[in-house]
């Protein structure tokens, strides 16, 4: 062979591949473009570090035939597989490309996922799936359906093992949504995507409702009212920042710990505002958000479901460098006190971080459940049992903070000694109890206070009698009496005493007995 000319394979090579990064044709990436959406590519160039990273698959194609898909068919199938590296950890890429047959999901276009899924999973990373598609691909019937079936059985494998970041960057609609749902996080980009089980034509159609996409299934919407999406993003750009910031976060598998960052911040500081932020009066909110942003390491706070459930407080930050999970009650919606919405959001947060080797900081300040009948209706009762479960199950370093109000079975469910937690903190401002020291004393002393009739000496008795149960039982030192609470400090210790606690369970393991062997539990789902 002659040095110096490369042989035709190599050029066709070269040929096919610019062709296969066509997807659909220049025209629909023109479309793709002026929707202020990127092409599957260019979203993985700006996931990957320096832009590169291995595709493979590059020349699957669809095996369908019926109505002309054997001529309709491209190179890659209309999704893209990859994998690269994101802060310098390897990461699966999967990107859906809307510009063949709108991104929608055929037996091949499945098989891709599947395979890229299993590679995260058997080399341990974690897994970024880019969602644009129009669903299941209709000229393929069931042998969409089997591929969609597939990708969601490879998701539940894939739970607990390695992190899974759903982006709807695009439709996602039908069925299709339950990917998403299996995964871990879901970032949704404002105004470019939504989800939904059946879109808008159909709400007409079956219940006479009129409704936009995005009322039904747009980016806010799932952030704030449904719960589905944790992050949103203003586009497909920003979308992909929230994916790196994340993944900063996480370790890359369930046997990883996460990264450890620096960030300089004396991990043994002292809080003195802290000494002055919780109220005198009981009924008197402030800012949770405050407390934690104080005690972590300095810029570190990423709150999670920020919008969704405001009574809680969800997120990740450091702790001298460490990841650690952070969950909070917050006064300033409903008191603080917990209902289906924030169990939810807790419980399912608290399992993420148990499954990740990440440990759970507890800020407590919550007056109990949320009591009447729209929430006992839909189920406080089986949702509230999940934030137990959740913390009973974790056996990674569990840390919590008794900020003011804990009562009741909330007390309980947030983090308590009695379902494991590792170190339990009171503030002096700490009320533990079974409910309120007013609700107590009326239902202590209700006899006594119904005897008296005038209602001014009725209140002042009242109030006297509050005081006293109170004092003798609210305050943190009955329960560190009993070591429920094991240790009451000021508050402006609280960083330099999670950082000490949170160094010494690092070595944590699980010691307590887990009861007989099991298949697995019935989480209160
Ligand atoms: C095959 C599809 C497709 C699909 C879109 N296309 N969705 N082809 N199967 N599901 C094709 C279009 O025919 C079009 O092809 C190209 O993609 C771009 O679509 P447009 O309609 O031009 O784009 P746009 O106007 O942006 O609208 C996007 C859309 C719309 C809203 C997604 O295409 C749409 O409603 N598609 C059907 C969605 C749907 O009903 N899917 C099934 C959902 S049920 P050409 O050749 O014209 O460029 C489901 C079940 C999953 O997914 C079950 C899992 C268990």
Partial sequence: MESGVVRKEILELKQLIEKAKLGGGSEAIAKQHSQGKLTARERLELLFDNGEYIEFDMFVTTRATEFDMDKRKVPGDGVVTAFGRVDGRWVVGIAQDFTFMGGSVGEMHAAKIVKAMQYALSTGVPVVFLNDSGGARIQEGVDSLKGYGDIFYMNVVASGVIPQIAVIMGPCAGGAVYSPALMDFVIMVEKTSYMFITGPKVVKAALGEDVTEEELGGARVHASRSGVAHFIASNDREAIEIVKKLLSYLPSNNMDIPPRVDVGDDPYRLVPELDSIVPEDPKKPY???????????????????????????????????????????????????????????????????????????????????????????????????????????????????????????????????????????????????????????????RKKLESIQDPAEREALLKKLAEEYKEKLTKPYFAASRGYVDMIIEPNQTRAILTKALEFLLTKREIRVRGPPKKHGVMPV
């Fill in 287 to 445: 800012d949770m958000y405050q407390i934690i942003e104080s005690v972590i390491d300095k810029g570190t706070f990423f709150e999670v479901q920020k919008d969704f459930a405001k009574n809680a407080i969800i997120g990740f930050a450091r702790l001298n460098g460490y990841t650690v999970c952070i969950v909070a009650n917050n006064p300033q919606y409903y008191m603080g006190a917990l209902d289906i919405d924030s169990s939810d959001k807790i419980s399912r947060f608290v399992r993420f971080c148990d499954a990740f080797n990440i440990p759970i900081i507890t800020f407590v300040d919550t007056p109990g459940f949320v009591p009447g009948t729209y929430q006992e209706h839909r189920g406080i009762i089986r949702h509230g049992a999940k934030i137990i479960y959740a913390y009973s199950e974790a056996v990674v370093p569990k840390l919590t903070v008794i900020v003011r109000k804990a009562y009741g079975g909330a007390y309980i469910a947030m983090g308590s000694k009695h379902l494991g937690a590792d170190l339990v903190i009171a503030w002096p401002t700490a009320e533990i109890a079974v409910m309120g020291p007013e609700a107590a004393a009326e239902v202590i002393w």
